[in-house]
Structures are given as structure tokens and as C-alpha cells.
């Protein structure tokens, strides 16, 4: 019998009670880590539904990640069981605007079946706009503009909403004029990019009550985790779609508040009391999750930030091990140690899905997974798009698109001399030429080009075999199993074998991913589900039951917990970045430390903190000092580990009480060395700022300190 369990209630506590039980009117849950705000909003919805207060489908709940909506969704499942009327809304802001627009695309001036823009598409794009404009493209590069309209829509602002102000920062005031050309081709393309899925759904809302009210009159209550990193577009969204019935609840913590460089505003916490006056203000103080040492450390640290409401937290656990701190002489001996730490775990028959290795930016991951690929340690990266976004995988989706939506003129062109065909520039220009003149797709125009003498003979003769086997897959997607099908496309394109023949090291590992994605496409009922699923969920490259070592960022990490948590890189330049410190100064030291508190509270027993005295940055060996953040735990919660190597003059004062931190901090070399990561990171190619790999939210937006993607939007 899967009936609501009656007893849901009792393992709360009293204000976790009341959190559920308030389910008529605005509500505010405002609580640390680990203190079970996720678990209120669970329960919330079993609740609601148990006592018949709604439908499932009357319900809309937001997770900050998709892999949040899928746990949620699982703990739903098993409190109400199985969904007999249904399941509530549950997913990102952006799955669920994208759920809305496809309904209603023909509102806003798209088709049901519009393509959403990934990263790479999008920026291309915008390089197409900047040119046709005549505007130097080196002088104000794409990623640039992507950075700033990525700033607008994240503050749900349209080209006509732009301050003028701020368009001037972009080709000598161009910005909004190019921000309009690029939404105008988007809608010429049948597409979106991230943004817009939000910013679509609220002019479709603005420009259409009715359509507003009937989702104001669908969701009878509304319920939003990780509260404190919305941002604007998605708070105008809430507030919109909670001004009728008022039953919201929000639940969140400032001081995880970690994407204000990406636009989120903690504000919006502030400003909830405004919007919805009366509303609950709720507190919950006892952490469930961590050892008492932990707990102490992590509080200790977040109590450096000047800016924050402030709160206390207690929790009834065992003191636990302390935190320990651990130097290694660099980034590869760093690595080596955490590996024999979890072998060591791992031969303590602890389960390796409690472990989780938590880094500052996705670039550190690289040494940690060849370790563990030499250990043999099953792992698992979460959180990035990096499968999706890897090159090969691109392209081999590009294939799949252009097979699947013949208008998709991005993918097309993606792909069309990849492999090398003999459709090289020319070509291209060719077809692109045509294409306007025509108003026509690219592979219409290719249609007519193979037939006209426009093109040389041999180019041609190419074209026209791509279109034939274009044609081929077509009709073969009729009758052929989609994920067989991708095998096709992937072989008889020559895509395959063009990685097949090349002999560097990384090939193989491409022909591997490719396999991994026709084999991931087998979970799909059609190449419609997957090409959505695919644009939408950018963190789910896990499978299989077996007992894996998490590795992901810290920026990944929120809302999770494990029973161990390493931390590696705990080095000034590199955690607090650099980056955050020259561009938002105290803000953006704060959102750092942040970060840290947040990388600590993940963890239920252990939290093992690591730094390296050198460091390789972007190819050149750096030598580092531990992280100011080490310095600002609280002494009695920690434990300095034997690191022989590691402490050979430059350390924190912490360590063997020799040199004190504020002179370590200020010798040349140091100074050099920061100056030359400081260059480093300015470099747009510079993977060292590549940051959380992303997208985590399935938003798609580079991590956090990708190259020029700090737009207006962020906390400043
Ligand atoms: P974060 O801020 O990190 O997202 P959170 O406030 O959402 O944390 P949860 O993840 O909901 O916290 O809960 C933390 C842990 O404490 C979970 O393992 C949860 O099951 C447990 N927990 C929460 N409330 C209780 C309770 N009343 N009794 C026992 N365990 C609880
Ligand atoms: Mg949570």
C-alpha cells in the first residue's frame, strides 16, 4: 500500500511543523545549512496533498538544480506514492518557463518546437550580429556582449528596458541596438537562449492576463528552495505568478547566497516581507547534518562577513573529528593524498557515494580524476554541462539537430564541413548568401545550390551527397530506433572516423563519449524528448547504481551532503579567486567566503581541507599560500595534519607559528605570483577561470569566472 504514510509530521520539529502546516499566505522560512529547509518543502507537498488541499498538478515547486527536482520528485513519490493524479510542477525556474513557452510560443512569436541555444550556439550567433553590424569583433567580442545581455535578462530587462547608461559600455553605445538584432534573429531562427526562457514567459504573462491568470488560478501554492539565489527575472516571475493566490513559500539562507555574479540578489529575501506583507517569518535553528566540530568551523568562518542577517545554529550531534587541514607540496601530491584518503575510507567499507571531493573551479578536477582513474576509484563529476559541452558531443548533437529540425541553421553550419568535406568558407558564404536572398534555411538553400552552377563542381558534388544522406537519416528516423540512428548519422557522416584516425592522446577518450551519448540515448522514447532533455539537463551524466566518489564544484554542491567532504585548493588567488577580489572587493571576498561555508556545511562527518604551496596557472607553476579562509576557522575545531613538504617558509600564521600571515602576504614573490595569475585570468582563453563548468541549474551559463561573463547583473 503506497497511501500517504499518516506519520509524515512526526519527525519534525516544531518550527519545521509549523513551516508545513502554514500552508495558506506568504511564508518565509529563513535557515542555515542543514537545518531542513528541503525537507519542509517535501513534506509541505506531501502535505498539501495528503489533507487534500490540492491536486499534484495544482502545485509548483522550484529547485535551484535539475538534480534537486529529480530527489525531490523522488521524495514526494515515496511520501504520497506513486502518482495516481499526477505529479506537481517540479523542476529549475528554466525547465519550468520552458514547459510554459512551448504552450503558448506562438505568443511571443516563436513555434512549439523552438531550439534553446547553448553556450557555444550562442555566442556564435552573437559573432554573426556584431559582424553584420561592421563592428570590429576583436575590438568588442561576443563573449562580451553575451556577458552583458546575460546581465539584462537575468534583470528581466528587454532591449527598450536597458538603461541607456549601460549601453553605452558596448561598442560606443551600440549594446542595446545589437541586443535587439540578436533577439530579432533568435525569433528568425525559431529559438531561445537561456534568458529568454524567463524573460519570454513574462512578456508572454505581461502581454496576456488571461494566460496569466489561468496559471495564477492553476498553482493554488507555490513553493521555491535555495530562495536566496533567484534573481531579478526569476523573482518578477514568482511575484507574478503568486500576486493572485498568495500561498507561496519560500525557503532559503543568506548565507549561501553564492551566484551574485551571476545576477542573484539576496535582496530578494529582504524584499519578500514587501511584496507579500503579512508573510510568516519562520526560523529554524538546529542543524541535523553535521558533527558539532564542523558545524562550530563552519559558523566561525561565515561570522568574518559583515554583510549578513546573522543566525544562530546549534546542533545536538557529537563533537565529531575536527576539520582537518592538510599541505601538500603541489596540486599533484594534493591529489595523491586525497586519493589515499578515500582508498583509505573505501578499505573502512565506508560507501563511496558519501564521499565527495569539492573544488573552486572545474580546472582543478582534471588532476583529481587522472588520480582516480590511476586508483581505479569509481567517481562521478556533477553539475557541469561539461559532458554536453564537450566538442565532440556538440557536434555529434549538432548532427542529430540538423537531422531532426531541418531550420536549425546553427547546427547546420555547425557541422557542414565537419568532417572536412570541401565545404570550407566559400562555401559557406554561398549557402549563407543564398539563404537570405531566399529567406530560406541553410539546408534549403544548400537544396538549391546543389542544383545550380553557383558553386564549383566538386564542393558541389559534396553538398549534394551531405543532403542525400540528410535525406536518408530523415527517413530513417520513421522506422529506426533514434539511438541506433545517431550510430548511423555518426558513422556514415565520417564523424566517427575522423576522431577514429586521429592519433592524439584525447581522441579516444572522444570516440568514448560518443558512444556514451548514443548509449544515454536509449533511456529517450524519441530524438524530440532527448534534444529537449539535452538542452535542459546539463547535470546528468551519472549512471548505474554502483558507489561512486562525487567530484564537482562547490558552486554544484549546494543544498547536498555527504558523510565525507575534501576541499582542496584552499589557496589565496585561488580560493578566495582572485578574480572575485579585483572585481567586487569586500562583496566579492564575502560571496567567497560564502562559497567556503557552503563546502563546509556540506559534510555530515568529515570535512578534510587541503592546500598546495605550488600551483600550476594556466601552464606556468605558481607558488601559492594557504587560503586566508584556513586562518579564519576557529582553532579548537581544527587539526593541522603532518605535510612536511608543504610549509617550507610561506604559510599562515596558523602554521608552526613562524611567519605571520600579513608579511607572507606581502613578499615579492608573492606579489609576482599574483600578478602573473592575475594576467592569467584576464586571458579569455584562460582555463584557469574556467570555472564551475556549469550550469548546474541547467541555466547554461558559464561558470563563474568564465571569461567575461561577469555582465551588469552581478553583485557589485
Ligand atoms: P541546505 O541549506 O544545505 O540546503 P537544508 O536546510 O535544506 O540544508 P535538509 O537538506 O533539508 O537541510 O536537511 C539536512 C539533513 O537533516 C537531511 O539529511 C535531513 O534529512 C535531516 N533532517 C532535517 N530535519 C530533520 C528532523 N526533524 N529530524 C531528523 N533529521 C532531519
Ligand atoms: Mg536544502
Redesign the pocket.
Known amino acids: 500500500d503506497h497511501r500517504p504514510a499518516t506519520d509524515y509530521l512526526s519527525?519534525?520539529?516544531a518550527e519545521?511543523r509549523q513551516a508545513v502546516e502554514t500552508t495558506e499566505g506568504p511564508v518565509l522560512?529563513l535557515?542555515?545549512?542543514?537545518?531542513?529547509?528541503?525537507?519542509?518543502?517535501?513534506t509541505r507537498i506531501a502535505h498539501l496533498i495528503a489533507t487534500g488541499l490540492a491536486w499534484p498538478s495544482g502545485i509548483l515547486a522550484v529547485t535551484f538544480t535539475n538534480k534537486a527536482a529529480r530527489e525531490m520528485k523522488e521524495r514526494v513519490a515515496h511520501l504520497v506514492g506513486p502518482a495516481g493524479e499526477g505529479m506537481p510542477w517540479l523542476g529549475t525556474f528554466h525547465a519550468i518557463g520552458t514547459k510554459i513557452l512551448r504552450r503558448h510560443a506562438e505568443l511571443v512569436g516563436l513555434r512549439s518546437d523552438f531550439t534553446i541555444l547553448g553556450v557555444d550556439d550562442q555566442l556564435r550567433l552573437l559573432k554573426q550580429v556584431i559582424t553584420a553590424e561592421n563592428i570590429d569583433e576583436k575590438r568588442w567580442p561576443a563573449r562580451q556582449l553575451a556577458s552583458f545581455i546575460d546581465g539584462w535578462k537575468n534583470r528581466g530587462l528587454t532591449p527598450k528596458d536597458v538603461p541607456p547608461g549601460e549601453a553605452a559600455a558596448f561598442a560606443n553605445g551600440r549594446g542595446t541596438g545589437l541586443y535587439q538584432a540578436y533577439q530579432d534573429r533568435l525569433k528568425t531562427l525559431n529559438a531561445v537562449d537561456f534568458g529568454d526562457l524567463l524573460l519570454e514567459c513574462l512578456r508572454l504573462w505581461r502581454e496576456n492576463p488571461d494566460v496569466l491568470e489561468q496559471y495564477q488560478q492553476r498553482f493554488r501554492y507555490m513553493l521555491v528552495?535555495?530562495y536566496q539565489d533567484t534573481n531579478v527575472a526569476q523573482y518578477l516571475w514568482l511575484r507574478l505568478l503568486a500576486q493572485a493566490r498568495k500561498n507561496v513559500c519560500c525557503?532559503?539562507?543568506d548565507d549561501?547566497s553564492i551566484y551574485g555574479w551571476r545576477g542573484a540578489e539576496v535582496d530578494n529575501i529582504l524584499r519578500f516581507d514587501h511584496d507579500f506583507p503579512g508573510a510568516v517569518v519562520i526560523r529554524?535553528e538546529?542543524?541535523?547534518?553535521s558533527t558539532a566540530h564542523i558545524l562550530s568551523a563552519a559558523s566561525g568562518l561565515i561570522a568574518k562577513n559583515k554583510d549578513r542577517l546573522g543566525k544562530t545554529l546549534r546542533t545536538d550531534d557529537e563533537p565529531g573529528e575536527r576539520v582537518s587541514v592538510t599541505g601538500a607540496w603541489d596540486s599533484e601530491e594534493e591529489a595523491r593524498q586525497i586519493g589515499e584518503e578515500i582508498e583509505a575510507l573505501h578499505s573502512r567499507k565506508e560507501n563511496l557515494s558519501e564521499v565527495a571531493v569539492l573544488v573552486r573551479i572545474s580546472a582543478q578536477m582534471r588532476e583529481i580524476e587522472d588520480r582516480f582513474v590511476t586508483l581505479g576509484l569509481p567517481y562521478r563529476v556533477i553539475g557541469g554541462p561539461r559532458f554536453y559541452e564537450r566538442a565532440e558531443i556538440r557536434d555529434a548533437l549538432a548532427y542529430l539537430r540538423a537531422t531532426a529540425q531541418p531550420a536549425d541553421d546553427l547546427a547546420f553550419e555547425r557541422i557542414v564541413n565537419t568532417p572536412k568535406r570541401g565545404l570550407g568558407d566559400a562555401a559557406v558564404a554561398l549557402l549563407h548568401a543564398h539563404a537570405r536572398r531566399a529567406r530560406v534555411p541553410l539546408m534549403q538553400a544548400a537544396r538549391y545550390l546543389v542544383e545550380s552552377d553557383e558553386m564549383k563542381p566538386a564542393p558541389r558534388r559534396s553538398l549534394r551527397s551531405l543532403m542525400a544522406q540528410f535525406d536518408r537519416w530523415r527517413t530513417a528516423m520513421e522506422k529506426t530506433p533514434h539511438h541506433e540512428l545517431a550510430q548511423t548519422i555518426l558513422e556514415e557522416s565520417g564523424y566517427t572516423d575522423m576522431w577514429a584516425k586521429e592519433k592524439s592522446a584525447d581522441a579516444q577518450g572522444r570516440l568514448e563519449n560518443l558512444k556514451e551519448l548514443v548509449r544515454s540515448m536509449e533511456e529517450f522514447p524519441d530524438l524530440p524528448a532527448f534534444l529537449e532533455h539535452i538542452s535542459l539537463v546539463m547535470d546528468a551524466n551519472e549512471d548505474g547504481d554502483q558507489e561512486r566518489v562525487s567530484l564537482m564544484t562547490l558552486h554544484a554542491a549546494?543544498?547536498?551532503?555527504f558523510e565525507t567532504v575534501f576541499l582542496p585548493g584552499w589557496e589565496e588567488g585561488l580560493f578566495p579567486s582572485q578574480r572575485a577580489l579585483d572585481e567586487n572587493g569586500r562583496a566579492g571576498l564575502e560571496e567567497e567566503r560564502r562559497l567556503a561555508h557552503?563546502g563546509l556545511?556540506?559534510a555530515?562527518r568529515r570535512a578534510h581541507i587541503y592546500f598546495a604551496s605550488n600551483r600550476r596557472i594556466h601552464g606556468l607553476w605558481n607558488a601559492t599560500i594557504p587560503s586566508r579562509f584556513i586562518d579564519e576557522l576557529p582553532e579548537e575545531n581544527v587539526e593541522v595534519r603532518e605535510a612536511p613538504a608543504a610549509y617550507s617558509g610561506r604559510t599562515a600564521s596558523r602554521f608552526e607559528g613562524m611567519t605571520p600571515f600579513a608579511s607572507s602576504y606581502q613578499t615579492p614573490g608573492w606579489q609576482r605570483a599574483q600578478a602573473r595569475a592575475a594576467e592569467a585570468a584576464r586571458d579569455p582563453d584562460n582555463d584557469w577561470r574556467g570555472g564551475g563548468g556549469f550550469s548546474e541549474n541547467g541555466s547554461g551559463f558559464a561558470g563563474p569566472f568564465q571569461a567575461g561573463r561577469r555582465g551588469p547583473g552581478g553583485r557589485g
Do not use: F, P
Open positions: 519527525g519534525l520539529n519545521q522560512v535557515a542555515g545549512a542543514g537545518t531542513g529547509k528541503t525537507r519542509v518543502l517535501t528552495d535555495e525557503v532559503g539562507d549561501q529554524l538546529r542543524n541535523y547534518r549546494k543544498g547536498l551532503e557552503v556545511t556540506r555530515k
